[in-house]
Each structure stands twice: as C-alpha cells, then as structure tokens.
C-alpha cells in the first residue's frame, strides 16, 4: 500500500515542486529543450549531431565524493599531460574554482569556507580534466579521488582514444561527506566541518544568500546553469547525459539527533524538490541514476535514538523506487547488486571491501571497483546500444537560479 502510494503521489509532488522551484528561483522554462530534439542524430546512426557536447552530473555525500584515492594507472592529466604522468584528457572538461572561495579537492576541510553567498558566483571555468591518487575536481571535499566521475572522466577518454566518434565532456562533480537532504540536524558532528553547517546541506530549498555559507543545494544549481551557460557561449548545445545521485545514508543514520523514522518519512518529498529544482534550473528534465543502497550498516544498530526505523535500508529502497516506479524514463537504478563484484555476503558484500583494485570500508563505503563501475554505468546508456545521450539544451531559463 505504501509502494502504491507513492506511485500515486510523486508524480503531483514533482509537477507540483517543480513549480515552486521555478518561481521561486524566478525562472522561465524556455522552449526547444526537447529529448526529441536530440534523436535526429541517433536516428542517423550517431549518437550526437555536429554542434553537441555531452554533459554529466555527478553529486551526493561521501561514496559520491569516494573514500580511496585513485589508482595511478587511471589518473588523467589535463590538456597535455606534460610532466603529470597519467594520460592527457584533451576531451573531457571539469569546472574551475574562478570568483568564489571553494575549495576543491580538500580531503581533510582543513581550507578556507566561502567567503562569499553562492548567490554572488556569476561565471564558472572549464579546464582540462586533471586528477591524481589525492586529489580531483570535486567541488564538494571529502573522501578520495578514487569516485565516479573520475572513472566516467577516464572511460570517456579512452573512447575517444580508441576511435569513438564522441564530442568533448563536460563533467560537474559536487561529493560532499555526511550531508543529506533533510532540516533535521546530523548528529556526526565530528565530520566533515558539520559543527560549521548545522544543517544538512542538500536540503533543497536552502538560501543561497547567507555569508559564508556551503549550502549545496543551490550551489549546485548555480554550476549547473552556469557551465552550461558557458557551453552555449561557444556556439555547441549540450546534451545533459544525466545525473548520478549517490546519497542517502544521512537519511537512514540512526543516531540523528531526531531518529532517522522522519527523515525517511520526509525523504520522498525532500528529494521530490531536490531533483525538480535541478530540472529547473536548467529548464528540461533529464536522466537522474540513483545509487541504490545497498548497505546493512544502518538497520538494528544498537543505541540508536528513537523514533527509530529498524529497517532503513529497505525504506530507503522503497523511497527510490518510488520515483522509478512513478517515471522510469527519467529515473532508473546503479544497483551494484548486479556488479560483477557482489556476492550476496554481508556486509561487505563484495562490493565495500576487496576487489581488484581494493578500497571500500567494509560496510557503507565502496570499493575502488564499484567507484569504476559506477562510472561505466553513467555513461552506460549512451555508449551502449541504445545511444540514449540525453536531451539537447538550446536555451537556459532567463534568470539565474537560487
């Protein structure tokens, strides 16, 4: 009955969110963002028309941001490559820190806060993607190189390289440890700076103006509008390959200073506004991949603070699937469950501990072949079969979001 629900109900909380998204960032959704639109060259056996780059979004809390480093046989090293080792990433494009006080790539929080509201950021830079064993172009921090859009960075390039007739990528990546979408606090407060936020700082409707602030949310919307703003001053029109959403542990920790029962509770609805803000900051929905949990590590934990849901893995599944249930030709699955990896045994499963390249915690955070499998599969349905690249953006809403 609950399944059912939801059914039901996501699709008017979306429509519904959608809207006040829009007029609460005061934008106007332009005509000519159509997935159709995008066909015409899949129709004519390729995946992109002349005039098109690929874009992909990668976000989330910490196993978005990744918890080991990157192997060096798999390190990309900007324009040219010269003097960095790893190999040369001509065609894939990740965004700068240009006018603001982030700080990308801190595996400790130990630098500076913004210095200014996300709301004064009025132009980004794209640069070669460049990445290392310690360090990449997560404009969140926490956790390891080793995380999805770098394998996606990496697999996109070697396509190139091996003959693939692909356009450049465009890569935004905001992994941020412990931070999930709820007004309740977390109660972690040793991680990740938490004690400076008090606040989980996905939360959709955060206000962008306040100084300092580190508000994720709108932050996010910005870069998006922003780097595709960017693209389209360059004459090409980008085709958004989706986002990758892997986040929802903050939801379903049981020690939140209010039980983790309502924020699982809230979730459907926090996450409702969160994914159709992004569609409309950029005036067109488009693919969202959500990590599907997997992990135990949160059911029947002793001493959790009550209202306490015991089996918050399997609400947490039932809160997802409701939006792919509701509109699976817009949100879909990354079950690692279906990774070569997995072998069924708890709790690690074959997938948060061991592996080839090894990494993972053992229970919540993956290992180094699953980060690499994530990537494949952000990239998955438009170089597969189905050259489903995602929908052609010609224009953006007139006014920058919140």
């Known amino acids: ?59 989330g809390q910490s196993n978005s941001a990744g918890l080991n480093g990157l192997p060096p046989d798999l390190v990309l090293s900007g324009a040219s490559g010269a003097g ?110 938490w004690t400076v936020h008090g606040v989980n700082l996905w939360q959709p409707m955060l206000d962008a103006s306040r100084t300092p602030t580190y508000a994720l949310a709108p932050f996010a919307r910005r870069m998006m509008y922003l780097g595709l703003k960017q693209i389209l001053a360059t004459g090409k029109k980008p085709r958004i390959l989706g986002l990758q959403w892997n986040q929802w542990e903050a939801e379903a920790a049981p020690l939140n200073s209010s039980g983790n029962a309502p924020t699982i509770q809230r979730a459907p609805q926090n996450y409702a506004h969160l994914f159709s803000s992004f569609f409309a900051a950029v005036g067109t929905k488009f693919p969202v991949m959500i990590v599907k ?42 079950d690692a469950s279906k990774s070569p990896d997995w072998n069924g045994q708890p709790p690690g499963f074959g997938i948060f501990q061991g592996g080839t390249l090894g990494g993972g915690d053992g229970s919540v955070h993956y290992n180094l072949d699953t980060q690499k499998w994530f990537g494949d599969q952000a990239l998955a349905s438009c170089l597969g079969t189905s050259r489903a690249c995602g929908p052609r953006v010609n224009a953006l809403p007139w006014w920058l979001p919140n």
């Open 84 to 193: 960095a080792g790893g190999m040369p990433a001509p065609n894939v494009w990740g965004i700068q820190n240009d006018g603001w006080g982030n700080i990308a790539g801190n595996a400790d929080g130990t630098g500076a806060p913004f210095t200014q509201p996300i709301s004064s950021i009025h132009h980004v830079t794209w640069a070669n993607w460049s990445d290392s064993t310690s360090s990449d172009m997560n404009l969140g921090y926490y956790g390891g190189s080793g995380n999805a859009a770098n394998f996606a960075a990496y697999a996109w390039q070697s396509a190139i390289n091996a003959g693939e007739p692909l356009p450049d990528l465009y890569i935004i990546h905001i992994g941020w440890g412990s931070q999930g979408v709820d007004a309740a606090d977390d109660a972690f407060s040793g991680c990740c700076g």
């Open 293 to 334: 949990p997997l992990s135990t590590a949160y059911d029947n934990v002793t001493g959790a603070v009550a209202p306490y849901n015991p089996a918050a893995l399997e609400s947490m599944q039932q809160v997802f699937e409701g939006f792919v249930d509701a509109d699976p030709h817009t949100f879909s699955f990354a």
């Open 1 to 59: 009955m609950k399944n059912l629900l939801m059914r039901i109900a996501l699709p008017l909380v979306l429509a519904a969110s959608l809207a006040q998204t829009s007029v609460r960032a005061q934008t106007v959704v332009p005509q000519g963002n159509d997935a159709n639109d995008s066909t015409i060259a899949a129709e004519r056996g390729q995946r992109f028309r002349h005039d098109e780059v690929a874009v992909l979004f990668v976000m």
